[in-house]
Each structure stands twice: as structure tokens, then as C-alpha cells.
């Protein structure tokens, strides 16, 4: 957890010296989760806080969730230190909705969360159970197409390697690099599990949510593959070579209700 607070990647220093600050996750989300003001938001999966804070700038009373005691503590540290009031709660995802209850009018899961649970069907019961009727639940991810390709091979050719299917016990990795930050991590063991974009979809459909949007993308928050190329509009957003850009999707964004 140092290497990630400390990380210019997430750059904390930027939330205390600009109040109006957004995560470059959270700016990207912003014209779709429109005002947030009097609404009681829930963020799955906080992680240290950033894209909770900026949740909170765009007028949320945001609750950040997350299992990690010690993500917790830089979260709570960057939401006093930068006047920005959040309430952080320490949970994993599949005990946050009878912790909590029905109180959200937002559901939020940023990029990057999911591929950490076992079970979407589970996530979406948790989603539909934190909601109020009326609530609605916003997700944005890498698109589960472009993770089963390697993104080792040199010389960029989109070839599919890893799974697109959920599967039980995951896929397992060994890696003592971190993406965010120098150093090496103690525990360089992980388990991640791959999603399909019909069993993500499904899933929310059989916990009762109707389904708002479904949008396919071109850009991603981060540099999945070395031969993927930068925007040059500023943010840290990529997309793959124009000559590879239409074969694979890159992420995508799901929306839906709980019917009130």
C-alpha cells in the first residue's frame, strides 16, 4: 500500500492542492454520473480513496468500501487532508449490502475492481441489495475481449491467451512489480478472475436491475499492452494502434436501476 500512496500515478499531492481535482477515472465518468449533489453514493472496492474523494467533489454523500485496513487509512488521511468529507467502511464486497443495507441512490465500481471477485452473479445481489428502489448502479471496466489477449508479445499482434469465461479458482499470477509505483510488492502472488461481458450483463439482469446503458469503448485508463498508444489530450487514457483499433473493444460501461 506505500507504493501506491506514494506513486505518481495516483498522485495524492494533486487532490490537496486543488480542491476541484478529479481522478482521471472519475473526471472520464463525470459527464455520465451528472450531479451528484444530495444523493448518497456507495463506492465498491475504494482501494486509498482517490476516485471516492472526487465522487464526493461532484457533490455525493460517498461512502467508500473496501476490505483493506491499511488502503483504509491512506483513504481517510487524503479525505481530511484535502477537506473532503467521505465515510470509509471496512468490508468486502460480498458482506457490504447486509452491513449497509438498501441506503444508496448510487452504486459506483471503478475501473479495475471486478476482475478481483470470484462471482459476478454474487457482486450484482450485493449491488441490487445496497440500492434504494430507484438507485442505479454505474460500472465501467476494461472490456473482458481485449483481457484475454497476451500483452507480452512484442510484436503486437492481438492474439487470445487467457480466458474470456468466468472460471472457478481464477487464473493465478506471480509478479513482484506493482502497476502503480516503483519497488517490489511482499505479496507478489495474485488471483484474478475473468468476467464475460454476457455473464456481467446477465447477472444484473437476474438481481432484479434494468438495464440503462451498454456502451462499448476504444480508450483505457491505463497501458494494458506496451504497444498501445497514448491520447494526446492530457489524460491518462490509451487506445490500441490505429491500425488495430476496430478489432477489439477496450472497456466498457454498464448502467441500470433497481425499479422503484
Known amino acids: 500500500m506505500p ?3 506514494s506513486s505518481a500515478e495516483y498522485a495524492l499531492e494533486r487532490y490537496l492542492a486543488d480542491p476541484g481535482h478529479l481522478s482521471d477515472v472519475v473526471a472520464a465518468d463525470a459527464p455520465h454520473l451528472g450531479d451528484l449533489t444530495g444523493l448518497d453514493v456507495v463506492h465498491l472496492q475504494c482501494h486509498i480513496g482517490t476516485d471516492t474523494v472526487s465522487l464526493a467533489r461532484l457533490g455525493g454523500r460517498v461512502t467508500g468500501v473496501d ?3 491499511a488502503a483504509l487509512a491512506v483513504a481517510r488521511d487524503l479525505s481530511a487532508r484535502s477537506a473532503t ?3 470509509f467502511v471496512e468490508s468486502d464486497v460480498e458482506g457490504a449490502d447486509a452491513l449497509l443495507g438498501p441506503s444508496f441512490d448510487l452504486v459506483y465500481t471503478s475501473v479495475g475492481a471486478i ?3 470470484p462471482s459476478i452473479a454474487r457482486w450484482a445481489q450485493v449491488v ?3 440500492l434504494r428502489p430507484g438507485g442505479r448502479l454505474y460500472l465501467r471496466d ?3 475481449m481485449l483481457l484475454t489477449v497476451d500483452e507480452t508479445r512484442a510484436d503486437g499482434e492481438l492474439v487470445i491467451t487467457h480466458p474470456y469465461f468466468e472460471r472457478a479458482g481464477g487464473q493465478r499470477w506471480s509478479d513482484t512489480a506493482t502497476y502503480a509505483g516503483d519497488g517490489e510488492v511482499a505479496s507478489p502472488d495474485t488471483i484474478d478472475f475473468p468476467h464475460g461481458l454476457g455473464e456481467t450483463v446477465q447477472a444484473v439482469l437476474d438481481a432484479g436491475l434494468q438495464l440503462t446503458r451498454l456502451h462499448e469503448g476504444d480508450t483505457l485508463d491505463w497501458c494494458f499492452a506496451p504497444w498501445m498508444e497514448r491520447l494526446d489530450d492530457g489524460t491518462q487514457r490509451w487506445r490500441l494502434p490505429a491500425d488495430r483499433r476496430d ?3 477496450t472497456e466498457f460501461t454498464l448502467e441500470a436501476v433497481l425499479p422503484g
Do not use: D, I
Request: glycine letters at 4%.
Open 247 to 249: 478489432l477489439v473493444p
Open 67 to 69: 476490505f483493506s485496513p
Open 142 to 144: 476494461a472490456h473482458p
Open 115 to 117: 476482475t478481483w471477485l
Open 128 to 130: 441490487a441489495g445496497l
Open 3 to 5: 507504493l501506491h500512496a
Open 85 to 87: 468529507p467521505a465515510t
